[in-house]
């Protein structure tokens, strides 16, 4: 899936290992275009996460290289922004103080641009009249909230994502995974996406990537946008194709899982 001018990021014979835990045993090789949206989909524990860490420089590979336009990648950098499913928020700063954070080295914007895009995003995520609140005054779902608006807000160009709505309701975990794939596309995001719930993962990618078990290895691709179209909708997931392909998706991880979901 590279472009003319090669992917944006590549896994090339990448290995890992955590002393006798061989958690990428197969030398892992994928190529992620620039502005995909790429869905890692498989049970838990079968080193999708560690694999998103070793793009965020938070880990290394045992064996091989992961470039970003062709550069081996490094320490963690504002390239790429990471939103885990676990909190991740400053106590000591106000919830607006916390997203305007990840603008604090966006050197290219003036102070007001950056209050108004901090704005932007929390509005986004429907946290605007907490502003001033800190995040112990605030729910859990909502400091989980308070990670995706600053990730985004700092403008990075390949956001990693780790279940980053698990903690979330119902209603508001749709209305992200919707507004989510409306920021990809107008913000022209490459998005490296963490799940093992199948309808998350088809709802939001162009590209799903199927791993089996650990040690981990790739055994199918699901080409969404083919089947789907780049367009996304809460009505789609009630309708034939969706069903289909879903049903396609959960045989298709069964079998990557010997049974286990």
Known sequence: MSGAMGPH?????????????????????????????????????CGKTTLMRM???LDLPTTGEIRLDGAPVGKPDHRRGMVFQSYSSFPWLTVAQNVAFGLRYRSDLTEQEKAVRAERYLDLVGLYEFSDHYPNQVSGGMRQRIAIARTLAAGSDVLL?????????????????TELRRIQRRDAKTIVFVTHDVEEALFLADRVVVFSKRPT?????????????????????????????????????????????
């Open 55 to 57: 793009v965020g420089g």
């Open 217 to 261: 290895r790739i055994v199918a691709e699901i080409d969404v946008k083919s089947r789907l179209g780049e367009e996304r909708t809460l009505e789609m997931r009630d309708g034939e194709d969706f069903f289909a392909l879903r049903r396609e998706a959960i045989g298709t991880v069964r079998a990557a899982a010997g049974g286990e979901l």
């Open 161 to 177: 994502m780790d279940e980053p709505f698990g903690a979330l309701d119902a209603l508001r975990r749709e209305q992200l995974q």
């Open 9 to 45: 990021l590549q896994f090339d014979h990448v290995t890992k290992r955590f002393g006798e835990v061989q958690v990428v045993e197969t030398p892992f090789d994928l190529a992620i275009a620039r502005h995909e949206f790429v869905v890692f989909l498989g049970p838990s524990g």
